[in-house]
């Protein structure tokens, strides 16, 4: 098993330096500002739509301290569309931070790299391997991937026994002088060549000694112990204008596109008519005693996410009288445009306003 290892990561780095052309523009980067930056980014988003939100957010802001002294509103809004808005609020968090208690200077070492606000394990191995040459294995799905297929691992990548043998492995896999370049390689690797689907094992220089391939398994490996359990949502957005303005909110702490803004919201469990939203207390406290005009119900929109498919439908009603909402509060085309939206409502602007509303 030792050759084997040893032929792992001889084989790995030569496939890196005469093969390798994947291009990233974080590649090769040694500022652990903007490592860290790419990694939120690319956390549960793919690179290819994680690219120009890295470079936006590299020209709008291009060191730690000029993103610690961004407003929230500002840096939602450049994050809009990412989803997972968890880690712009951990990114944000995290600028304050080191702006304000360290200087502007990002810390050196695995444990303090760590110890930041929505950096794990692998985004702190990353950074440190990176830009601090620091001897630590980076653990991503590529990786899982690349390793239980090579090694055979069936331990499920999920389970307590299984993060314990791939994250040994990992190590004992890593070129201690060349930890950045490697970890790369490796990642690079899982991404275009060991993909999840469709694999090129043909063309794999690993092929010979992959155990996936010799046993045919490459369709089963790696093995996930966990099964998503996913559920639908309806949300039902009434579009409230009343002088050229627009009823909107911040969402709630606690449920999806936490910090994000939405118009008035009535949620069920179910499909709805536009008879049976008529009937729902919401829609009558809104055209209740106030003269309003129905101007258009929208087609149906889907966002799905990890956990939840969202479908939403759009009303728009112009009132003649203003609204009492509690917390929410009627703001201009202009701020509209502001404000960061999920991507189930900027999918909807995006066909019908705000300048169509």
């Not at 950074?127 to 090694?151: C, E, K, M, Q, T």
């Not at 046993?215 to 490996?221: I, S, T």
């Not at 009558?284 to 087609?299: G, P």
Request: charge should be positive.
């Amino acid at each position: 098993m030792k050759n084997g290892k040893a032929y792992f990561t001889k084989t790995l780095l030569r496939w890196n330096k005469s093969d390798n052309k994947r291009l990233m523009p974080w590649k090769g980067e040694t500022d652990p500002y903007k490592i860290w930056l790419s990694e939120i980014i690319l956390q549960q988003t793919r690179v290819e739509q994680g690219w120009n939100y890295y470079n936006r957010f590299i020209a709008a802001y291009p060191n730690i301290k000029k993103l610690g002294t961004s407003t929230e509103q500002k840096v939602f809004k450049m994050w809009e569309g990412l989803g997972y808005y968890t880690r712009c609020k951990n990114l944000i968090a995290t600028a304050k931070f080191i702006s304000k208690e360290r200087s502007g200077k990002f810390p050196e070492t695995y444990d303090d790299i760590l110890a930041l606000k929505g950096v794990g394990p692998y985004t702190a191995a990353a950074i440190a391997s990176f830009a601090f040459n620091l001897p630590h294995a980076v653990l991503d799905g590529n990786v899982f991937r690349v390793l239980s297929r090579y090694f055979g691992i069936e331990t499920a990548i999920d389970s307590a026994d299984g993060k314990k043998i791939f994250a040994s492995l990992a190590h004992e896999l890593l070129d201690k002088k060349n930890p950045g370049i490697y970890n790369q390689a490796i990642m690079d690797f899982g991404a275009v060549m060991c993909k999840p689907l469709k694999p090129l094992c043909q063309n794999c220089p690993l092929k010979t000694k992959c155990v996936a391939r010799l046993q045919n398994l490459v369709d089963k490996l790696p093995f996930k112990e966990t099964k998503l359990i996913k559920r639908t949502r309806w949300f039902y957005y009434l579009i409230i204008e009343h002088n050229e303005k627009i009823y909107v909110r911040k969402r709630p702490a606690k449920d999806i596109w936490e910090n994000l803004y939405e118009f008035v919201l009535l949620e069920t469990g179910k499909l709805m008519t536009i008879e049976e939203i008529k009937q729902t207390a919401l829609f009558k406290k809104v055209v209740s005693k106030h003269k309003t005009e129905l101007i258009s119900i929208s087609k149906l929109y889907k966002q799905q996410l990890t956990h939840q498919t969202i479908q939403g439908r759009f009303i728009h009603i112009k009132q003649k009288h203003e609204l009492s909402l509690e917390k929410y509060k009627a703001v201009s085309y202009s701020k509209l445009a502001q404000l960061p939206f999920p991507k189930l409502i900027t999918l909807y602007l995006a066909e019908n306003g705000p300048k169509h509303l």
